[in-house]
Nanobody, 119 residues
């Protein structure tokens, strides 16, 4: 059983920055951040794969950085140059297999943290 707890989030103006953090406990293979806006499907933002590779959603365009600290068991998402279209509920997700950016394979989810970017 994997437990995930997110922190961070809130409101920021367009062009601003925000850092999300996820504390993970339990065994997993891949872990990352995902988001879901109202009436839209959940999508992968950034993940750390089984081999430690970092993968990003196409919309990130170099603005976000995911990092994993295996000692602290945390996965952080640093978001810069935020846009109004980044507004969504952000979730930390973990999977028992290396599903990479395929959110449908992720079994474990945190409760989510809201990110709101105003123009």
């Amino acid at each position: 059983q994997v437990q995930l707890r997110e922190s961070g989030g809130g409101s920021v103006q367009a062009g601003g920055s925000m850092r999300l953090s996820c504390v993970a406990s339990g065994p997993y293979v891949s872990i990352g951040w995902f988001r879901q806006a109202p009436a839209r499907e959940r999508e992968a933002v950034a993940v750390v794969t089984k081999n430690g590779n970092l993968e990003y959603g196409h919309f990130v365009e170099g603005r976000f950085t995911i990092s994993k600290d295996s000692v602290r068991n945390t996965v952080d998402l640093q978001m810069n140059a935020l846009r109004p279209e980044d507004t969504a509920m952000y979730y930390c997700g973990a999977a028992e297999w290396d599903y990479r950016l395929n959110f449908r394979g992720y079994k474990y989810w945190g409760q989510g943290t809201q990110v709101t970017v105003s123009s």
